[in-house]
């Protein structure tokens, strides 16, 4: 395990972004921070899993994605992989608005990202005696 202040870094951003994700799923949604704040939640946390676990991190959002599957399988992480390609898609419409947005469940998103961030915060904490 690895960096115990850019984990924190990096979970700190997760948590202050989910709670724009938390205000922005209910009725009536606001899709372009749902949208926008859900994916860079995602991405913070799998960022910090990854720097606690002493993987290689990415600049590239699609390898991000391919990140948050590898820490699914090694880690018991929620598999988030899916959901973050949606995101970014997501996020692209309501930016560009040439992409077409795909079909999500607002509560459900929200939900499956604070389940996530959550997960990440029990693995650093479970595993923040195991530090090198």
Known sequence: MADDAR?????????RHLKRVLSAWDDPTDWDDLSLYGFYCLEAGVEAAAIHAGMKTSKRH????????ELHKRHGL?????????????RKSAA?????????????VASEIEKYVDAVADLVERTAGNAS
């Open 7 to 15: 984990t924190g870094e990096k979970l700190a951003l997760a948590r």
């Open 62 to 69: 699609w390898e991000k994605a391919d990140l948050a599957g």
């Open 78 to 90: 929620p598999d988030i992989e899916q959901l973050l390609r949606d995101l970014n898609e997501a």
């Open 96 to 108: 560009y608005g040439d992409v077409p947005a795909p079909d999500l469940n607002a509560g459900d």
